[in-house]
């Protein structure tokens, strides 16, 4: 079976090797020692560990993991609601972004105008993650 390091499962878990070395401390994920002393992570344990992270779908200071880089925190200042398809509307500073996205994750996001809300860049895609 495939063991990993605290700092591999970090990278694999997108966190620091302190904030898994964190979980493992708490007993979050279970580890084990090497005939060196580091402590391993059997792989099954990872795999499972990692579904349940990100069914969390935060890092410990609260921001969503996600792969977009440029994100513009802002406000929601207008959401249009077709049949299938919904328009959201981000002032974060000076730029106005316009998501086109799905009812469906409109109301599970919960997004209505007024509350705050990060539209994440990537490409010509924009997403937004509920404040």
């Known amino acids: 079976m495939q063991s990993y390091t605290i700092g591999q499962a970090a990278r694999l878990l997108g966190v620091s090797p302190d904030t898994a070395r964190r979980w493992a401390d708490a007993g979050r994920v279970v580890t084990h020692r090497d005939e060196v002393g580091r402590r391993l992570i059997n792989g099954r344990d990872l795999a499972a560990f990692s579904v349940e992270v990100g069914q969390g779908a935060h890092t410990d200071d609260g921001e969503p993991y996600t792969s977009a880089r440029n994100a513009f925190p802002g406000i ?56």
């Not at 599970?108 to 010509?124: F, H, I, N, Q």
Request: zero cysteines.
């Open 76 to 131: 929601v200042t207008a959401v249009r609601l077709g049949d299938v398809s919904a328009q959201v509307d981000i002032q974060a500073g000076p730029h106005r972004l316009v998501s086109l996205l799905t009812r469906e994750a409109v109301e599970e996001l919960g997004l209505e105008v007024g509350m705050r809300a990060t539209a994440r860049v990537k490409s010509t895609s924009v997403h937004i993650d509920r404040a």
